[in-house]
């Protein structure tokens, strides 16, 4: 009697087993990657930290997590046309956008232009310059023996438009060779900031959130290109149309406008 129980206790463990076997292929494996849902966001570098404050209300608002890569928009359009797989493009002038539009990157009925900004010439905020913006200004006597910092004029949407306002006012000759060619506007910011540069050109919003630089002088609207912001989503998103509709709503152009942007042009 003993032995028959006994044989029949592994039989009773092995059909248990063999339940429970069926019931964990139903199961997901514990280890799986839960789809995080979270958008890739790609914008110019001046918009970090606007961007950032009005990600985390978008968040906030929808429970969708939002992550963000800043950089020079040409270099954030480059890595769009190379296969990096941003939910929305968000850049600091129409011809990083023509770009990618062009290529059919982006989901053309989702663009908007958003923003504007304004362009200015900044010193290290305990510089005693004082320069005045008009045709023939002394810029290049300004700088001394010094550089002026702006984004790189063949790529970075901040230095196309200095380019194109020192062109206007007669001071590009001598400033030409004179650069500093930042990767994007907050580094050239950073050269000033950190005394390493006399002067720079940044837009009026990267001024405002850094206390070592001061305005010198804003540049004349019809010295260059209209400062626009244009986002997309990319053609291959799912969700960035929806994220480019938050931007134009109330709360958040009440946060652009909080950090200094314009209304586009």
């Avoid at 400033?175 to 837009?203: M, Q, S, T």
């Avoid at 990319?234 to 149309?241: L, Q, Y």
């Amino acid at each position: 009697m003993e032995y028959s129980d006994a044989g029949r206790l592994p039989r009773a463990l092995l059909a248990l087993a063999l339940v429970w076997a069926g019931l964990s292929s139903l199961l997901p494996a514990a280890d799986a990657p839960a789809p995080s849902g979270k958008l890739l966001v790609f914008a110019a570098a001046s918009l970090t930290d606007v961007l950032t404050e009005i990600s985390a209300d978008y968040t906030s608002a929808t429970g969708r997590p939002v992550a963000l890569s800043f950089a020079a928009s040409s270099a954030l359009a480059k890595q769009i046309e190379a296969g990096a797989q941003a939910d929305v493009f968000f850049s600091a002038d129409t011809d990083w956008m023509d770009y990618l539009e062009q290529r059919k990157l982006i989901a053309s009925a989702t663009r908007t232009n958003v923003l504007g900004n304004r362009l200015v010439l900044i010193a290290p905020a305990d510089s005693a310059l004082a320069v005045k913006i008009e045709p023939g200004t002394a810029l290049c006597a300004a700088l001394g023996n010094g550089r002026l910092a702006t984004g790189d004029p063949d790529s970075v949407p901040a230095g196309r438009y200095a380019r194109a306002a020192l062109t206007t006012l007669g001071s590009w000759g001598c400033i030409a060779d004179r650069l500093v060619r930042a990767d994007n506007v907050r580094a050239a910011l950073a050269f000033v900031a950190r005394g390493e540069a006399p002067l720079g050109i940044v837009y009026r919003t990267d001024a405002l959130v850094e206390k070592k630089v001061r305005i010198l002088a804003v540049f004349p609207a019809g010295s260059h290109p209209p400062i626009t912001y244009p986002a997309a989503a990319t053609a291959s998103s799912t969700g960035g149309a929806g994220f480019i509709a938050y931007l134009k709503q109330p709360a958040a152009q009440a946060v652009f406008r909080k950090f200094g942007f314009d209304p586009p042009p």
